[in-house]
């Protein structure tokens, strides 16, 4: 019976050791230039400390189907969880050996163990696991180029950048003809739109979407996308509009709520691309960035203004324009009126909106981003639309620390972020439960270190992190928590404390001193319990 008992221990100490492994889609960026997106497995292993290891295993960059680099097998040990509400972050930063890798035929292709040869490799990570998913940033300094691993990439939308494409092709209800045109891959023009097939063709035949070398400025990519509308005479103009959703092409009247872009997480449908007709957002951004270049082919006083709307929800299903009210929404950001600014690139930062929809009490899951040619639907000519560089925006600072109920006065003015505070009282040490910091990110994430310091009526240090939602950038603050009553403390001759001995010197930084030196003034604690401030002569 002892034996059956030490080999059931046995097996439930392997499987707490065990790895769980996430199969997700993996996107690298080298040095600012987004790669194809390709599927990976990370393994996460917790270990007896309370550490974990991280497993990127046969990694390689892919700059095209053609083009491949085997890099290795990335193992990344001894990474600290901190638990942040129903997130386990895990966070490193270490120099690491890569391994080769185990696929047959790249024996000797791998190039990550001859680099290791030379110098171990500089890595961080950043992850976030929750909810059975497993959200991971790693960079990686290889070979002289700065190298972003995104894994599971629920925070940005996939090739906002636009520089991939795929052929799609819309059909005649009877098969007979068809039209093509280019279309981002993650993104859905008129030409994979849902509705009747006949109004279908009808608005896809005319091609409304282009990939285009026209980029922004400063952009590292080499496309961006391109919507065109048309005029379709008796139907009026039929708008240039893609989405993050599918098109849902169901009335020859444009304005008719028939015609919308939709979202909803249940369906199975895909693209040609094999991508759904859902973009999956987990995160709580702060605003869109996204950068367009508008003209209008007969300029229109009246209807004069492109759009771009984005609509977080729970990927339930969510139409946009609304055919009523929707409960199902976190957060919107929209801007109906852009102007076409002599044609010129221009830069749109749009906020997005939580208060208005809080009582909602919803998760985001899904977002619903749309662009079109005109804002209102039917209107405008013969416009174009490039679009370039969209990118969620999380912020990441703090805007106010409060120590035991009582806020830092002058905060954000300390050109190091690091403040002292009076407290007091007997004690000046603090937990990390008496603090509250305000940020200006809405998904932004707290992480507090308190270390008490060996001082006369006690004192803490504490270090404060604020990460952005996305884990991509942090700020850090630095509160120093002091005794208000050493300040008090007046002049005294050394025997002031009769009898007693000196227990310990600190000096005016309340910092203990093992050494006191002639002419310094310094803080003197006694064995019974008195202090005073005196200079040694």
Request: hydrophobic share 35%; charged share 20%.
């Amino acid at each position: 019976m002892k034996k059956l008992f030490t080999l059931i221990a046995m097996l439930a100490g392997t499987a707490a050791a065990m790895a769980t492994d996430y199969t997700d889609k993996l996107v690298v960026t080298i040095d600012g230039t987004y790669t194809p997106a390709t599927d990976n497995v990370i393994s996460v292993e917790e270990q007896a400390d309370g550490t974990y290891n991280l497993q990127l295993k046969n990694f390689m960059l892919k700059f095209s189907e053609e083009d491949v680099m085997p890099v290795g097998t990335i193992n990344v040990p001894n990474v600290k969880a901190t638990q942040n509400g129903a997130s386990t972050l895990l966070t490193s930063s270490q120099d690491i050996l890569i391994e080769a890798g185990d696929i047959p035929g790249y024996e000797e292709a791998w190039i990550g163990p001859s680099i290791s040869a030379i110098s171990p490799v500089p890595v961080n990570v950043n992850a976030d696991m929750k909810d059975g998913h497993l959200y991971a940033l790693i960079t990686i300094n290889f070979m002289g180029m700065n190298i972003e691993v995104t894994f599971g990439d629920v925070y940005q939308i996939c090739n906002s950048g636009f520089e991939y494409f795929h052929t799609a092709t819309v059909y005649s209800p009877d098969g007979e003809n068809s039209a093509t045109s280019d279309e981002p891959n993650n993104w859905h023009s008129f030409m994979s739109a849902s509705g009747n097939p006949a109004f279908v063709y009808l608005a896809g035949y005319t091609p409304h979407t282009f990939k285009s070398d026209v980029t922004c400025p400063g952009s590292k990519g080499s496309s961006s996308v391109l919507l065109t509308s048309s005029d379709m005479g008796f139907f009026g103009v039929a708008n240039g509009t893609l989405t993050t959703g599918r098109i849902n092409t169901g009335s020859v009247t444009a304005a008719d709520l028939a015609n919308h872009a939709w979202n909803d997480m249940s369906q199975t449908d895909v693209d040609a691309n094999g991508d759904p007709f859902f973009a999956a957002m987990h995160g709580c951004p702060d605003s869109l960035v996204v950068w367009v270049k508008f003209t209008q082919g007969t300029p229109s006083a009246e209807f004069p203004y492109a759009t771009v709307s984005a609509v977080i929800n729970d990927g339930t299903y969510y139409q946009d324009p609304e055919d009523k009210e929707y409960t199902n929404v976190l957060a919107k950001a929209a801007n109906a009126q852009i102007e076409s600014n002599d044609g010129a690139w221009q830069r749109l930062a749009i906020p997005f909106d939580y208060d208005t929809y809080k009582a909602n009490n919803v998760e985001g899951k899904a977002i619903l981003v749309t662009m079109s040619t005109n804002a209102t639907p039917g209107k405008g000519s013969t416009d174009e639309l490039y679009v370039d560089d969209m990118e969620m925006i999380y912020n990441y600072s703090a805007t106010a620390i409060s120590v035991k109920g009582t806020p830092i006065e002058g905060f954000g003015k300390a050109e190091d972020n690091t403040y002292e505070v009076l407290i007091n009282g007997e004690s000046a040490d603090v937990s990390a439960d008496d603090i509250v910091v305000e940020t200006d990110g809405k998904g932004a994430r707290v992480l507090i270190e308190t270390v008490d310091v060996d001082l006369i009526g006690g004192g803490s240090d504490v270090t404060i992190t604020v990460l952005s939602d996305d884990l991509k950038n942090s700020s850090t603050y630095v509160v120093k928590t002091r005794n208000s009553n050493l300040s008090g403390i007046n002049n005294a001759s050394v025997n002031a404390g009769g009898k007693a001995e000196v227990k310990a010197f600190y000096n005016m930084n309340g910092q203990m001193v093992k050494s006191p030196l002639k002419g310094s003034v310094y803080v003197v604690k006694y064995t019974n319990g008195k202090t005073e401030k005196v200079t040694l002569k």
